[in-house]
């Protein structure tokens, strides 16, 4: 078996040398190089497979040869194309790499076969129309995977080729991240219907750094939209599908301009830089913001009763309504303590009474807020059975074992003469207590509690601080924390440098069931100033606005956050370390980032990062000036922070230069 590869780097490799037969000069007497060539022929066909330690890489990417229909060609009626290589070549992931424009409905068929690739669009061709099939950087050779590079051919079904181009960027709306993937498209038809009327006129795709670019455009007017398309359907028709959109009317244009190309002798040195001419389209630096709406359809997707002592409605979206329950086969009058999260999506109720609690099955009537078939919020009712996930039986089998191993430990102390119990002691009350040993000046105590209290005693918490050696009593605030269920906050006069002791008694909380709580102690010291940096934010052209700022971690986490309408920002107590910052406009004055939607003509709350890390030190302020303008938004967002990271791009291995410097040889070049 021949190994084909080695054997034509050899052939190169010869050829390169100048080893080159003259047949003119010396018709009867082969050339001493070839003789050499093909006795290297005759051993590689009887040798072992595999690749021998010689020879060059083909290093050179596929050229087209020809086409059919002629590439830009006019006047084409054909819906087949076929584009030859001068060698093997295949096409990486064309359902995702390859984009066809005008988009085609029924997905035509794109394969590589040997040194071809077919295309079989499938749609009507339409009249006096550019068609393009951008194959991105989808196409390489089939040996070392040399790329062809950007490849889009085109041809028209009129008498002319559109040849204007636009490009920019899509971005989350939340958090600026590029999305790779989502469509991109024009509308000759500038009403807003006809994003979700109409298919999209011409289309692309973007890249890993959320970059599009739309080809042969006819001159005129246009407005651009993004939409992870669904259906397929290149029409926004589904609320969950992601899209983005612009008001602006896109015109596209085009001027001369000149541009630098560098040409590396290796990866350190520079050969030379040219100025070439190129045509510049515009425009090239558009950005879409793309969202999801908030998904309105209020359905009830499960219920259920994973402890006895509780059961749980999660539905789609919440309402203001919570749901009503009457009891079908026990009393429900004042039966629950009842939760709902922030969104009010999930409702969980609370048995007070342990009978309920013991009983297996509830039977119940449930009214709730759902949407019909017309998408209007209407009262429905259901009828659920409610089992309790381990049986009554069960539970008392548990509890007489948990009992019986008890026994067993406090019989086996009595035989050895060990302290022992006769009675065995109540189940507790075990809160979680959230305590730092050293917390920042700004950072409260929370305490989760895991079933729902039915009295916290103030007098039986203490808080003590130290000043001089001696401990004093520390006022404090106790109180639910907002926004978290059988959470509470302790909140005092946390002074930096001071040590605290908080003392909590026995029978300070006590839960619906009748438990109560064990007592507790825990000292702590907070940090002193001198452990902090401050930074503060003076931010450009937000005077009246009101504004979110957030302090980020290295993962995009949030770390501290304020709300300014004054357009300065301040952050205290910053420990050191590494941070980045973002902000978005709060229009509703709720703390939170909102979402768009495109029947209200909303846009998603504007969102901005500051373009650089920031490095915090102890005793450091930071007073830095943030234009959330004065830098595109696809600039905005480090690169450190950044989740979708740009692919490699890809290019020609270069390995032929490797492999000479390893060999101590010149490098001969390319084919």
Known sequence: MLNYNPIKRMLRYLADLGHRPNFADRPNRPHAAWVLAAALLA?????????????????????????????????????KITIYFDE?????????????????????EIQAAGKKIEVELKDTLRENTTYTVDFSDAISDNNEGNPLGNYTYTFSTGDHIDTLEVAGYVLNARDLEPIKGILVGLYDDLSDSAFTKKPMLRVSRTDSRGRFVIKGIAPGSYRIYALQDADNNYVFNQKSEQIAFSHDVIVPSWKPDVRQDTTWLDS?????????????????????????????????????????????????????????????????????????????????????????????????????????????????????DMLAKTPYEKRLEQKAK??????????????????????????????????????????????????????????????????????????????????????????????????????????????????????????????TEDSYATVLFSLTGMADTTVVVQLLDSSDGVVKETTTRNGTAEFFYVAPGTYYARMFVDSDNDGEWDTGEYAADRQPEATYYYPEKL?????????????????????????????????????????????????????????
């Open 43 to 79: 051993v590689a066909s009887c040798a072992k497979m595999g690749q021998p330690d010689g020879g060059w890489y083909d290093e050179t990417p596929p050229v087209i040869v020809r086409t059919t229909p002629k590439d830009k060609g006019v006047n084409v009626k054909q819906k």
């Open 88 to 108: 093997f070549i295949q096409v990486d992931n064309p359902t995702e790499k390859v984009v066809i424009s005008p988009p085609q409905i029924e997905q035509a």
């Open 268 to 384: 350190l040195r520079i050969d030379s830089i040219k100025r070439v001419p190129y045509t510049h389209f515009l425009p090239d630096d558009i950005a879409l913001r793309a969202f999801t709406e908030t998904q309105t359809d209020r359905v009830l997707i499960k219920s259920e009763r994973a402890e006895p002592d509780r059961f749980t409605f999660f539905f789609s979206y919440g309402d203001s309504l919570l749901p009503e329950v009457r009891g079908l086969n026990f009393d429900s009058t004042d039966a629950f303590v009842t939760e709902a999260t922030e969104m009010r999506d999930t409702v969980t109720y609370w048995l007070r009474d342990t009978m309920l609690v013991n009983q297996d099955t509830l039977r119940m009537e449930v009214k709730y807020m759902a949407t019909d078939t017309l998408g209007v919020l209407r009262q429905r009712t259901d009828t659920l």
């Open 402 to 527: 948990e009992y019986e191993d008890w026994k067993k430990k406090q019989d086996r102390a009595k035989r050895r003469g060990k302290p022992y119990d006769s009675i065995m002691p109540p189940v507790l009350l075990e809160p979680e207590y959230l305590v730092n040993s050293e917390p920042d000046p700004d950072q409260n105590i929370a305490i989760r509690m895991p079933v729902p209290l039915l009295k916290a005693d103030t007098a039986r918490i203490h808080l003590y601080s130290k000043h001089d050696s001696l401990w004093y009593r520390s006022p404090y605030v106790f109180r639910p924390k907002e926004g978290e269920s059988r959470t509470y906050e302790l909140l005092g006069e946390w002074r930096p440098g001071i040590e605290y002791s908080l003392e909590i008694d026995t029978m300070a909380f006590t839960d619906i069931y009748g438990k109560v709580s064990a007592p507790y102690k825990q000292g702590f010291k907070v940090k």
């Open 615 to 671: 490095e915090c030190k102890e005793k450091w302020d930071m007073t830095l000036t943030w234009d959330p303008e004065g830098r595109s938004l696809f600039k905005q967002k480090p690169m450190e922070i950044t989740k979708q990271k740009p692919e490699q791009e890809k290019t020609i291995k270069r390995r032929n230069q490797e492999r000479a410097e390893k060999l101590g040889i010149p490098f001969p070049g390319q084919k």
